[in-house]
């Protein structure tokens, strides 16, 4: 600490840390963005398998549609509280 205190004088030395701060306030608002976005996606993603599976498992037995249907139904539920449990924690990483 004290070489860079004589090297520069503290006026920029204290212009530095708040543009490192700043830097990495913008980086983590950043990879916030980045995070809800890969949740959202993901949940998409399974999602659209859930409904293509049990659309497949409908179509080959038309008789078991509805206990197919109310897994399905359970198994988004749960795909999208893990999605909102994501975007909930990278908003609160872009605010803190």
Same mark, same amino acid.
């Given at each position: 600490?004290?070489?860079?205190?004589?090297?520069?004088d503290?006026?920029?030395?204290?212009?530095? %840390?708040?543009?490192?701060?700043?830097?990495?306030?913008g980086?983590?608002?950043?990879?916030?963005?980045?995070?809800?976005?890969?949740?959202?996606?993901?949940?998409?993603?399974?999602?659209?398998?859930i409904?293509?599976?049990?659309?497949?498992?409908?179509?080959?037995?038309?008789?078991?549609?509805?206990?197919?249907?109310?897994?399905?139904?359970?198994?988004?539920?749960?795909?999208?509280?893990?999605?909102?449990?994501?975007? %909930?924690?990278?908003?609160?990483?872009?605010?803190?």
């Amino acid at each position: 600490m004290e070489v860079i205190q004589e090297v520069m004088d503290p006026e920029a030395h204290a212009q530095m %840390v708040e543009l490192a701060k700043a830097s990495v306030s913008g980086m983590a608002k950043m990879g916030a963005g980045l995070g809800a976005g890969i949740a959202a996606v993901g949940a998409g993603m399974g999602i659209g398998r859930i409904g293509a599976s049990a659309a497949e498992g409908i179509a080959r037995q038309p008789e078991a549609a509805k206990d197919i249907s109310g897994g399905s139904l359970i198994l988004a539920a749960f795909i999208e509280g893990v999605a909102l449990f994501g975007v %909930v924690v990278t908003l609160l990483i872009a605010i803190g």
